[in-house]
């Protein structure tokens, strides 16, 4: 089973299509559930959410605000229950048809952990963000993503072209009993930092994109969160990994309240 696991906050203009997409989308020999987390949008998307409540392939769970797409990925983890996990958003940036070629690797046991790069191999200039009426924009960006790529590559010793990538795919079982603590972007460069750290060093495997821009839903704060990239790779590099379940077992632990899903 694959799990795709989609935080949901303020998405009323692409959730439905995006659902649509998933819950159309098959995958010979592979049976796939959506986990959404919902965190109490504001322009009526939760609706749209509960619309799908009681679907055999969706699984909901509906947080009372938000706190961050990290804390919703999070919250997503302890309530999947597939044998592989790709992280999905609920926006149209990134191609579903990418699905069958990340799980590629992991069902045939040649790797455990996959990146979908939007930085294509083989390509000198770094294109990930355009937006066509704010092109310096775009040039920051792509200049602060390079940036913050270089130092995770440094700190982690790796030589990944686009770790910050939505699409995170790996076996569930590799992210047994880590701690997961970081709420926002931030969280993006914990899991990669820990799943390497747990001898799970990631392949990458180019991807479709589509950039939104800011006035289109871009929730990522050019001035709040990179300080929070920077503190979390230098502390994750050292943090405490493992947070042990009283009764272990082959599973990750549903989170039932806000305070278990803090700790996942």
């Excluded at 048809?97 to 790797?111: C, M, Q, S």
């Excluded at 920077?230 to 009764?247: D, G, M, N, T, Y």
């Amino acid at each position: 089973m694959l799990s795709v696991v989609m935080p949901v906050y303020n998405e009323k203009s692409t959730y439905r299509e995006v659902m649509e997409q998933l819950l159309s989308k098959r995958i010979e020999g592979v049976d796939i559930e959506v986990c959404v987390v919902e965190s109490n949008s504001k322009d009526g998307t939760r609706e749209d959410v509960l619309a799908h409540q009681g679907h055999p392939r969706v699984r909901i769970l509906l947080e009372d605000k938000p706190s961050g797409k990290g804390h919703a990925v999070r919250a997503g983890l302890g309530i999947a229950r597939g044998d592989i996990i790709l992280i999905q958003d609920a926006d149209l940036e990134y191609d579903l048809d990418d699905y069958d070629k990340l799980i590629a690797p992991i069902r045939t046991g040649e790797r455990s952990f996959v990146l979908g790069s939007r930085h294509l191999a083989g390509q000198k200039r770094w294109k990930i963000r355009h937006f066509d009426r704010a092109a310096h924009l775009s040039y920051v960006m792509n200049v602060g993503h390079r940036c913050f790529a270089f130092f995770l590559n440094m700190v982690f010793d790796q030589r990944l072209r686009d770790p910050f990538t939505m699409y995170k795919v790996f076996r569930r079982d590799c992210i047994y009993g880590l701690r997961f603590e970081c709420n926002r972007f931030d969280f993006d460069h914990e899991i990669v930092g820990k799943l390497v750290r747990n001898g799970y060093s990631p392949v990458e495997i180019d991807v479709k994109y589509r950039s939104r821009s800011f006035d289109e839903g871009k929730k990522i704060s050019i001035f709040r969160d990179p300080p929070t990239w920077i503190r979390a790779c230098l502390k994750h590099r050292f943090s405490q990994l493992r947070e042990w379940p009283v009764a272990a077992a082959p599973t990750v632990a549903v989170a039932t309240s806000p305070e278990e899903r803090n700790g996942i």
